[in-house]
């Protein structure tokens, strides 16, 4: 890990600041110099900033992120781009089962707490394809190494451009690509 202080990373201290923000993205997005950010750690917890070349694990609800009745992933999976952040986990860091894991015990819990959900699986995408992902020559998406302290291999995908078209265009996009790919639990 970096050892530069959080004076000395605006990243690290927007990402402290909005934690808990379930619109960080929108914050985000106020930034100058936000896609500069992804060169910068956001987290202590963190192995390190996301490179190009890393392979990340989105895991996948019933029924949040899975229609069970056409047995089709919804465009709606990729909502957090614009809001919270897209959840990844970085693979080289926690592997796919240990993800997986993760995910089931995250929806019994939720499952008790609130509504029912189940866990569906997860899907896999190069880092470089995320950050390719872009609207009339503009990029559109970049990944943040947002490590927690139980999970130091989440990242976070964040739409940069704010602009509602924008969304529109990056969510067709990741929905196009990666409905053929889900990888049922």
């Given amino acids: 890990m970096h050892s530069e202080t959080v004076a000395q990373n605006p990243c690290r201290t927007f990402f402290?600041?909005?934690?808990l923000n379930q619109d960080k993205v929108k914050a985000l997005n106020e930034q100058e110099?936000?896609?500069n950010w992804e060169s910068l750690s956001a987290s202590s917890h963190s192995p390190g900033i996301v490179d190009s070349g890393e392979v990340l694990c989105r895991i996948l609800f019933d029924p949040i992120h899975f229609d069970p009745l056409t047995s089709t992933l919804k465009p709606s999976?990729?909502?957090d781009i614009c809001n919270k952040g897209l959840s990844v986990n970085r693979v080289k860091h926690r592997g796919i089962a240990e993800s997986l894991a993760a995910g089931a015990a995250q929806a019994e819990t939720a499952s008790r707490l609130r509504t029912p959900r189940s866990l569906y699986g997860h899907l896999?995408?190069?880092a470089s394809e995320l950050r390719s992902v872009a609207r009339?020559?503009?990029?559109?998406?970049?990944?943040?190494?947002?490590a927690i302290p139980e999970n130091p291999s989440h990242a976070d995908v964040?739409?940069?451009?704010?602009?509602r078209a924008a969304f529109r265009s990056a969510r067709a996009q990741l929905h196009d690509k990666y409905k053929s790919q889900l990888v049922p639990a």
């Fill in 77 to 79: 999976a990729f909502d």
């Fill in 16 to 19: 402290q600041l909005h934690e």
């Fill in 33 to 35: 110099d936000r896609l």
């Fill in 124 to 126: 896999v995408a190069l």
């Fill in 136 to 146: 009339e020559g503009q990029r559109c998406l970049a990944i943040y190494d947002t």
């Fill in 158 to 163: 964040c739409m940069v451009v704010p602009d």
